[in-house]
């Protein structure tokens, strides 16, 4: 899908351990209005924080209400994750944006990275979110207020993420927030620059 002038908005494959920070990143740069984008909006079955909403920061699904997209095709990728639950991410939230000049972030785990680059072969930009140390990702998971047993398994599932770090095209450290946000914005920015915009 192109737009009238033959041109496709960036897909950004944006990738890390839990509690690096992409979320925090990625909201911080579009809240800048500096560039045509937004995040897709990926679909979860785990439980709702105190403060997100539904629609905005996940489309909240049951298990069941997950294995019916599943069935009617209406995935780009999914994955079950942890053991516990289903994330993934709607066709609807991708190329229908990407279509109309609108570049679209994808927020997603590695193995859903994985797929959605075999699905885009050289219509993406893939990124990694590296931790500066290791300790810092146990220390921001502390402050958003995971429980004990949650923040051990994103530790345990980080070690393996962070060894395909070299997967992605580009690894951007987020160590100073805002020094992360102008790496990031600076990154898209010559991707919509190498896609004609
Ligand atoms: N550069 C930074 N310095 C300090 N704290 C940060 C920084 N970036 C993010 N944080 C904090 O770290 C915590 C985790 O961030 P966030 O929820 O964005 O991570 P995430 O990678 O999206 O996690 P998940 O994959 O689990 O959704 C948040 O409390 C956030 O405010």
Redesign the pocket.
């Known amino acids: 899908m192109t737009t009238p002038t033959g041109r496709t908005a960036p897909l950004i494959v944006l990738s ?1 351990p ?8 990625v909201d911080g740069l579009i809240g800048r209005n500096v560039l045509p984008l937004r995040r897709a909006i990926t679909a979860t079955t785990r439980k709702r924080r105190p403060g997100e909403l539904d629609g905005v920061s996940y489309h909240y699904w049951t298990h069941d209400q997950f294995r019916e997209a599943i069935a009617r095709g209406e995935m780009l990728e999914w994955a079950e994750v942890h053991g516990v639950d289903f994330y993934g991410t709607p066709r609807a939230e991708v190329d229908p944006y990407r279509a109309a000049g609108v570049g679209v972030i994808l ?1 997603i785990d590695v193995q859903g990275a994985g797929q959605v680059r075999l699905l885009y072969p050289g219509d993406h930009l893939s990124l990694f979110v590296m931790p500066p140390a290791f300790d810092v990702l146990r220390h ?1 998971l502390d ?2 207020g995971e429980p004990e047993a949650s923040i051990h398994r994103r530790l345990e599932t980080a070690r393996g993420e962070l060894a395909r770090a070299d997967e992605f095209d580009k690894r951007l450290e ?4 805002t020094a ?1 946000t102008d790496a990031l914005e600076r990154l898209i920015r010559d991707e919509f620059t190498r896609r004609g915009f």
């Open positions: 890390g839990s509690g690096v920070g992409k979320t925090t990143l927020v921001r402050g958003r987020n160590a100073d927030l992360a």
